[in-house]
């Protein structure tokens, strides 16, 4: 069996080592890896700068999800598995101008601890009110689908939607909390509403039930020693060099004879849109004949491939709305450093709701965050902007952007100094956003693919967006591969 894989970020590559394992173990299957770019790993990148670590995309992912930490010890890199720092968990957000940390006991959006609720600024008295009331809440089941951001306020009111749910999906999605499925970002509070009514109680029930293991809680988030690069590497190092090809941008994917056809575009054609597998056949080159194909691309991607075979498929996946973000990292020395609140024994970083009207959406402390990212001396600073509220930043030169990064970070850290170094990292188009309605969507791409003979999706527009679901996705499509029936 001949397996096409297309894309080479953290899916493809996670789907490609489950193949390579099968082929070890004896199976009879062939695959061959096509990614468009040069370097292997996606949106994963790690580079060096005056000896600090420095993630271009993501930095870390939940440690309570195990498909990464189990991935790592297929690979036996286990050992290179590190926690984040959680005795300096503290996180701000930016109110009214003034960085205010997020009151003990907030479980993501839900208050769990009386007293810091009482005390702390970050909420008004009359939002205060409404989570002692929100706590008095009847079990609910909600029928269809609903944003985030009306769930959210339903319980907790308007305020908490600005100053926590928003911000908080932002960071994760890159996306707002008015257009987010509750459903498809928050099911666990939906189960706790259903159950509790309130998502206090339920929060303190789920607690009492698991309390924290007796060596204390596991860090919420793991990340690699040498940066998450070396998952990258690590699964490349495994797959077998001829299968892997980069510099391959596939144009077009074919049916013909009951095989896949998998078509590049030419270097010198110059086609700006994906083509029916007939058409201008003279401007693509044939990268081979498969059985099966596992697309591991962005939707919208895996839409314009798939036109020619399933039009319907690939409407809906076209569909699959996409934010874009620039990460700026920047590095300090100690010496001279004057920015309040990101002192080395201070909290993992802040986050600017919307209504603070900034372009920063959040900026994390990275030396606080994990261990040896930054050597002594040295302070490094990694800002977010853009998410599906600011598309623009992506237009605006490198320069704009730093003086912007550098305004606001005077403005809510105090931090006049030159950075030592900064770094700007664009990514187009790269995180799924799941909007209202993006289950059922999700079910009908599922219905649709299925009927496609020998098709395989992975990626984060489906069933999760971090770097665990990521890796997930590309193995459960591995395994459907080989358990699939011939497709000829
Ligand atoms: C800035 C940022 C920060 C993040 N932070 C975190 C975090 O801290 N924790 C976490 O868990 N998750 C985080 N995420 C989300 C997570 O990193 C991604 O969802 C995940 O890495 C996506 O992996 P992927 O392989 O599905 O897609 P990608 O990494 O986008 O890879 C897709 C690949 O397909 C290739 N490709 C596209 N078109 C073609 C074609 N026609 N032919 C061949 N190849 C093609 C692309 O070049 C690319 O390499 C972050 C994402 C971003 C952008």
New binding site residues.
Partial sequence: MKVAI?????????AAFRLERARREGADVRYTL????D??????RTERAEGCLI????????SE?QS?AELCRELGIADQLVGSNDAHRRTYILVKGRLIEMPDGLQFMVPTKLMPTIATPLFSWGTKLRMAREFFSRPHTSNGDESAAEFVERHFGPEVVDRLADPLLAG?Y?GSAERLSVRAVLPRFLDMEARYGSLSRAMLAAMRKHPPAANGPRPI?TSMKEG?QQLVDAVAAQLDRDAVRTG????VLGREDGEWVVL?QEPEANLEE?LAASQRRSELRLHGRFDRVIL???AY?AA??LRSVEPRLADLLGETAYSS???VALGYSTAGFDGRGAKREDGFGFLVPRSEQKRLLACTFVHNKFPHRAPEGQLLLRV?LGGSNDAAVLEIPDEEILRIVRVELRQILGLTVEPSFTRI?R?QR???QYEVGHLERVAEIERLRAGVRGLAL????YR???????IK??LDAAAECLSAPSTR
């Fill in positions: 297309i894309g080479g970020g953290i899916s493809g590559l996670s096509f990614e468009a770019s370097r292997l790993g996606g949106v994963m993630e271009a995309g993501p930095d870390s992912f939940l999800k990464a994760v890159g988030f998450m391959a941008r596939i144009k590049r994906p591991a691309t962005p991607i314009g491939l973000s620039v990460t977010f990292y990514w790269s995180m799924a992975a990626g984060n527009a999760g967006i971090g770097v665990p679901d990521c996705s590309g």
